[in-house]
């Protein structure tokens, strides 16, 4: 198997948003336009990373920051290459990405029904946040 991972480009919008599609646990949201996603990666340029083997996205998730702390969305594996390290892979360059904008935390949300999620997330290292609670607003 040889993944190699590269910066997410817009020319990845489809194929990404097809893997999240089929991945459990990951939401496609308003959010998730094709307009709001260039938006993204023009404010976090560099940071979003894509796993490919031969051309074809294998991997992909949304990474970036608001200057203070670091967010990961929507990191996803295709299910024929789950197990094999592609996610480690992803969430490391993110990681590298967010330490080299100098940003010292990082913050992810995980859905509750996602119990194989938060399992990637914790052997990973990362921890739940005690007392938190997710919550949202409509702004339109």
Same mark, same amino acid.
């Given at each position: 198997?040889?993944?190699?991972?590269?910066?997410?480009?817009?020319?990845?919008?489809?194929?990404?948003? %097809?893997?999240?599609?089929?991945?459990?646990?990951?939401? @496609?949201?308003?959010?998730?336009?094709?307009?709001? @996603?260039?938006?993204?990666?023009?404010?976090?340029? $560099?940071?979003?990373?894509?796993?490919?083997?031969?051309?074809? #996205?294998?991997?992909?998730?949304?990474?970036?920051?608001?200057?203070?702390?670091?967010?990961?969305?929507?990191?996803?594996?295709?299910? %024929?290459?789950?197990?094999?390290?592609?996610?480690?892979?992803?969430?490391?360059?993110?990681?590298?990405?967010?330490?080299?904008?100098?940003?010292?935390?990082?913050?992810?949300?995980?859905?509750?029904?996602?119990?194989?999620?938060?399992?990637?997330?914790?052997?990973?290292?990362?921890?739940?946040?005690? $007392?938190? #609670?997710?919550?949202?607003?409509?702004?339109?």
């Amino acid at each position: 198997m040889r993944i190699a991972t590269r910066e997410f480009v817009m020319a990845d919008y489809d194929e990404a948003v %097809a893997l999240w599609a089929e991945v459990e646990g990951v939401e @496609i949201c308003e959010g998730d336009s094709r307009e709001e @996603i260039l938006g993204y990666l023009e404010r976090n340029p $560099g940071l979003s990373r894509i796993a490919e083997e031969d051309g074809r #996205i294998v991997g992909a998730a949304l990474c970036g920051h608001d200057g203070r702390r670091g967010w990961i969305y929507h990191l996803a594996v295709s299910a %024929a290459y789950r197990g094999k390290g592609v996610g480690k892979l992803l969430l490391n360059d993110c990681v590298r990405k967010l330490r080299d904008a100098g940003l010292k935390r990082a913050i992810i949300l995980v859905a509750g029904d996602n119990p194989g999620g938060h399992e990637f997330w914790l052997r990973n290292g990362w921890e739940d946040i005690a $007392g938190a #609670i997710a919550m949202s607003k409509e702004l339109a």
